[in-house]
């Protein structure tokens, strides 16, 4: 099985530009969740998707969105970038919700930069 | 507040030392996940603990989690040089959220 894949691998934008980044899951894999991690806090939950339904979100401000398609793909979209934004934006699969002690499989990541 | 708070945050050894690092908190967790992130990578699952006390050895790496649930311990024999990385404990706290600490790095010299 392919693994999970998020494109663009790497992104330059500028402050108040908005960006949006893609995540393909392993197949068959239904829920998505997505990270931000930065050398100053780690990595930090920003929101799971299932079945194209939010069920879950982080402590993020409303800046930062995303969806799920009905194929599982998922994106998520920041508005009004800000320098802080800047890190390595993952995504992560699983075959069910928010399961306890269920791998999550990380993409590579998508490394953002605000400048 | 940071979950879950690993120490030290940075190790160098020399390949074949021994090393020990540490995830702890204050909070009782029903599971502790660890992780191994190499550059430009994410992170992969290494194991799962779930019972208090458990110990579990994956190769030269062994993981412990503490007798009370609230800290774990990854412990590496004879380290070698593809042991660098960062090595993330995580546990999943109210409503299914999985909260990582800052992570270990480890970088282990030829």
């Known amino acids: 099985k392919a693994g999970v894949t998020q494109t663009p691998r790497y992104l330059i934008k500028t402050r108040g530009q908005q960006v949006t980044l893609s995540c393909s899951p392993i197949?068959?894999?239904?829920?998505v969740s997505w990270y931000q991690q930065t050398p100053g806090q780690g990595l930090q939950f920003l929101f799971e998707?299932?079945?194209?339904?939010?069920?879950n979100k982080g402590n993020f401000p409303g800046r930062f969105s995303g969806r799920q398609f009905s194929n599982s793909r998922s994106e998520m979209n920041v508005s009004t970038l800000e320098l802080g934004d800047s890190a390595l934006y993952l995504c992560?699969?699983?075959?069910?919700?928010?399961?306890?002690?269920?791998?999550?499989?990380f993409g590579p990541g998508t490394r953002l930069l605000v400048l | 507040t940071q979950l879950l708070e690993q120490s030290p945050q940075f190790l160098s050894i020399q390949e074949g030392e021994n090393l020990t690092v540490y995830c702890n908190s204050s909070?009782?967790?029903?599971?502790l996940q660890w992780y191994r992130q190499e550059p430009g990578e994410g992170p992969v699952l290494l194991v799962t603990?779930?019972?208090?006390?458990e110990v579990k050895k994956l190769k030269r790496l062994t993981f412990q989690f503490g007798d009370a649930r609230k800290d774990s311990s990854l412990h590496i024999t004879a380290a070698q040089p593809g042991d660098t990385g960062l090595y993330l404990c995580?546990?999943?706290?109210?409503?299914?959220?999985?909260?990582f600490g800052k992570g270990n790095q480890v970088v282990v010299i030829p």
């Open positions: 909070s009782v967790f029903s599971s």
């Open positions: 197949s068959g894999h239904r829920s």
């Open positions: 992560a699969s699983t075959p069910r919700q928010g399961a306890y002690q269920e791998t999550q499989y």
């Open positions: 998707y299932f079945s194209e339904t939010q069920r």
């Open positions: 995580a546990a999943h706290y109210g409503n299914n959220r999985l909260a």
């Open positions: 603990v779930v019972t208090g006390g």
